[in-house]
């Protein structure tokens, strides 16, 4: 979140957190809504999408997250 917020910005990168940066998780994590729908029709390719419209900042990390401000 730090580096999104960073390059979002304008702001340089804090190195305060580089040992993280290295770290991924080991399957992709997609936003419930996501999941779901893919779930109830399985001809919708939303993950695709999805992937297509990922910020790299949390895609790096195996997080598939295309929108943070609208969260209700």
Same mark, same amino acid.
């Given at each position: 979140?730090?580096? *999104?917020?960073?390059?979002?910005?304008?702001?340089?990168?804090?190195?305060?957190?580089?040992?993280?940066?290295? /770290?991924?998780?080991?399957?992709?994590? *997609?936003?419930?809504?996501?999941?779901?729908?893919?779930?109830?029709?399985?001809?919708?390719?939303?993950?695709?999408? /999805?992937?297509?419209?990922?910020?790299?900042? +949390?895609?790096? +990390?195996?997080?598939?997250?295309?929108?943070?401000?609208?969260? /209700?």
């Amino acid at each position: 979140m730090v580096d *999104y917020l960073s390059r979002e910005n304008g702001l340089p990168l804090c190195n305060d957190y580089e040992d993280i940066r290295s /770290c991924t998780l080991s399957e992709p994590l *997609y936003p419930k809504d996501i999941i779901l729908a893919a779930k109830l029709d399985e001809s919708l390719d939303r993950k695709e999408q /999805c992937l297509k419209e990922a910020i790299p900042e +949390f895609l790096r +990390f195996n997080i598939i997250e295309s929108e943070i401000r609208n969260v /209700c």
